[in-house]
């Protein structure tokens, strides 16, 4: 088991701000494996994520059994698992100083892509077939590596203007699968060692905590504001995983 406190208090608010994410904040997750990798390998910290996230998918495809869109699910999930056999298959020869520069990259772009997205970049991209499979594949790939499937998901399935219902519950679908095809690479890769997997079972309790507080922050603050300080704290961390990545020992 892991003993460093710092470890812990890193960890419970990435579970929660995962959860939050679950209970309406889309994005918000993609800050759990950076704030973890700034603690442990960031391998490490996808792998320990990995069955909490499970957890919270069960839940919500039971929300969402009736409302998702099977032909857009149909049309990106391909691309995933190509994503993620892709991240299976290199995640095992590169460093952790690498992953980290990897993720830190992911975490800088996210948040300058959502405030300065081009105007007009919508219409491009709906109903764009290829783009669709080449944006699954990302997902899949970034997902494999930091659970950070969301911001390439999310650059095509917005635009596609589904009802809100139909929209996360074909997030909740697709990421369902994704990350039930990440559990054979994870094991293959040792993921799943005792340290890990009794890491993931002391935090499970507290992701349901964390998807009942996000419901409750939807309808009491302002989300502008408060994506504007999630997009800087993301801003943040992937700055000095590019630090620690380059210049770190």
Do not use: E
């Amino acid at each position: 088991m892991l003993h460093d406190p710092i470890f812990w208090g890193v960890a419970v608010f990435s579970v929660l701000i995962t959860g939050i994410s679950k209970g309406g904040f889309g994005g918000l997750a993609l800050l759990a494996v950076p704030l973890m990798a700034l603690v442990i390998s960031p391998i490490q910290a996808a792998g320990i994520m990995l069955p909490i996230l499970i957890v919270m998918d069960w839940v919500g495809v039971w929300t969402y059994r009736k409302h998702w869109d099977r032909k857009l699910l149909m049309l990106i999930l391909p691309g995933a698992i190509i994503g993620i056999a892709a991240g299976g298959l290199l995640a095992g020869y590169v460093d952790d100083r690498v992953v980290r520069i990897f993720v830190g990259i992911i975490a800088v772009l996210f948040p300058i892509y959502a405030i300065f997205k081009p105007r007009g970049g919508d219409a491009f991209i709906k109903n764009n077939r290829p783009l669709g499979f080449i944006s699954g594949t990302v997902a899949g790939f970034t997902s494999f590596i930091a659970h950070a499937g969301g911001p390439p998901y999310q650059a095509y399935t917005i635009p596609q203007n589904l009802d809100k219902q139909v929209f996360a519950g074909t997030a909740v679908m697709f990421f369902f699968v994704v990350n039930f095809v990440k559990v054979l690479p994870y094991a293959m890769l040792g993921q799943f060692d005792q340290t890990n997997l009794t890491t993931s079972l002391i935090l499970i309790p507290i992701a349901p905590f964390g998807v009942l507080l996000g419901a409750w922050l939807v309808k009491r603050i302002d989300q502008q504001l408060f994506y504007r300080v999630l997009y800087g704290l993301i801003f943040a961390v992937g700055l000095k995983l590019l630090w620690d990545g380059f210049i770190g020992s």
